[in-house]
């Protein structure tokens, strides 16, 4: 039970406390008195009273910092999932509050740190297995060492290097230790050159450019924003059917430059739309590991624009393929 709950502050809790003992001894001096009683039978039953008193509503007090300390000892063994009552309005019930919070928060990162191991073990796992076979079959002379072997285990160990430099990259970001280069900028510039660089892995692709107002220019770490826009035209690029156009776009409002990639793939359903920024998380199966993608080219560019103070998000609205629209400062 903790009958002191409903009180705000741990100081009006003691008052309490102190008030109900001085009036147990009181009651019960006054009836052992009226009893007959010795004195001293009187004084040592009225003390054990008072210290009753006092244990009951101190328990209920007290509960929360045993169960913080019990949880403690569980986080520290790996078990988050422990939670302290927090039912008090005074400060050991806002710090039984935050307690939860932090337990929730930690037990979070603990899933993220085991997803980010297994995902990462997956997509190592994969081009080492297949370079592995490749190699194997040369030394035993099952295959020719021919020129597409060779192209095959390049592109194998592209990706490779691939996932190592995006997982440095997100590192750094998510560690606050990229600092931005603002300068001034053409957008139509940073988004043919991107555009070029994307299309390099693929050259089956109609790629158009729309920039509104043609001259428009706009402050930012040029560097990152192209990052972001090549991630999200490679993206576009590997779910779009062959031959199918990409639109990039660009146009400046008050207080935004909008820029967007549009393409004509299987899209991305409604309620998936928030998790593709998470790192590793695919869509479908036509956004699957076979397309070549790593799974974190979308996460990021969520940090790199929520540097800039920007958003990115999925047009939810687009009729048909998948839209991504990144909102700049301007």
Excluded at 71 to 80: E, L, P, V
Excluded at 98 to 125: G, I, K, P
């Amino acid at each position: 039970m903790r009958p002191l709950d409903p009180l705000s502050s741990i100081k009006i809790k003691l008052g309490v406390v102190i008030v109900a003992s001085v009036a147990v001894t009181a009651v019960g001096h006054t009836l052992g008195l009226r009893a007959g009683m010795p004195l001293v039978a009187v004084a040592l039953g009225s003390g054990a009273l008072s210290l009753l008193m006092v244990q009951f509503l101190a328990h209920g007090m007290t509960s929360p910092l045993r169960e913080m300390v019990a949880a403690a000892k569980n986080m520290a063994r790996g078990d988050y999932s422990s939670r302290v009552t927090a039912t008090s309005r005074d400060e050991v019930g806002e710090l039984a509050r935050a307690f939860n919070a932090m337990a929730s928060e930690l037990a979070q990162v603990d899933r993220m740190r085991r997803d980010l191991v297994a995902n990462v073990s997956h997509e190592l796992r994969t081009p080492i297995s297949a370079l592995q076979a490749m190699l194997e079959n040369l030394i035993d002379e099952v295959v020719e060492p021919d020129p597409e072997t060779f192209a095959t285990m390049l592109q194998q160990v592209q990706r490779l290097g691939r996932l190592v430099n995006q997982l440095l990259d997100l590192s750094r970001l998510e560690s606050g230790t990229v600092p931005l280069q603002y300068s001034t900028f053409s957008v139509r510039g940073l988004l043919e050159q991107a555009g070029r660089e994307a299309r390099m892995h693929s050259q089956d692709v109609q790629l158009k450019v729309e920039v509104t107002p043609d001259g428009m220019t706009a402050d930012a770490d040029p560097e990152r924003i192209h990052q972001v826009l090549y991630n999200l035209i490679e993206n576009a690029i590997r779910h779009s059917p062959a031959g199918a156009p990409i639109t990039v776009s660009a146009h400046r409002s008050d207080s935004n430059v909008t820029l967007t990639v549009a393409d004509e793939g299987p899209g991305i359903p409604e309620d998936e739309a928030s998790r593709v920024f998470e790192r590793f998380y695919r869509s479908d199966a036509a956004r699957s590991s076979t397309q070549g993608g790593t799974g974190l080219g979308l996460a990021i560019a969520r940090w790199i624009v929520e540097l800039h103070e920007g958003s990115i998000q999925v047009d939810t609205t687009a009729p048909h393929g998948c839209k991504m629209v990144v909102e700049l400062p301007a």
